[in-house]
Nanobody
Framework: QVQLVESGGGLVQAGGSLRLSCATS????????MGWFRQAPGKEREFVAA????????YYADSVKGRFTISADNAKNTVFLQMNSLKPEDTAVYYC?????????????????RGQGTQVTVSS
């Protein structure tokens, strides 16, 4: 059983930055893909970004492209989401996800594990 522990959320003003972290409980070489989804109140969970350990491929939602960057530290079994130029519409609970099989998918249901989430609030 893989555990994902997110951290780094908080309250920030529009235009500010936050860095989310997702630490995994086991060696990342058993996990092929990790990523982030978010869910705002009253809205469905939506894809934000994902990263594949083999090849280092990344993929971003159009709404965050150019502002968010996903990266990983293999030695620390940790994936990061650097969020810059934050907007009020980025306010949501951000969830880390992991998948054993390769590929990047926009459907949260195909990921094998999900963390508890961390709240990100962007004030205007």
């Amino acid at each position: 059983q893989v555990q994902l522990v997110e951290s780094g959320g908080g309250l920030v003003q529009a235009g500010g930055s936050l860095r989310l972290s997702c630490a995994t409980s086991e060696r990342t070489r058993s996990i092929a893909t990790m990523g982030w989804f978010r869910q705002a109140p009253g809205k469905e969970r939506e894809f934000v970004a994902a990263f594949t350990w083999s090849g280092g491929s990344t993929y971003y939602a159009d709404s965050v492209k150019g502002r968010f960057t996903i990266s990983a530290d293999n030695a620390k079994n940790t994936v990061f989401l650097q969020m810059n130029s934050l907007k009020p519409e980025d306010t949501a609970v951000y969830y880390c996800v992991a998948r054993y099989d390769g590929g990047i998918y926009l459907n949260p249901g195909v990921y094998d594990y999900r963390g508890q989430g961390t709240q990100v609030t962007v004030s205007s």
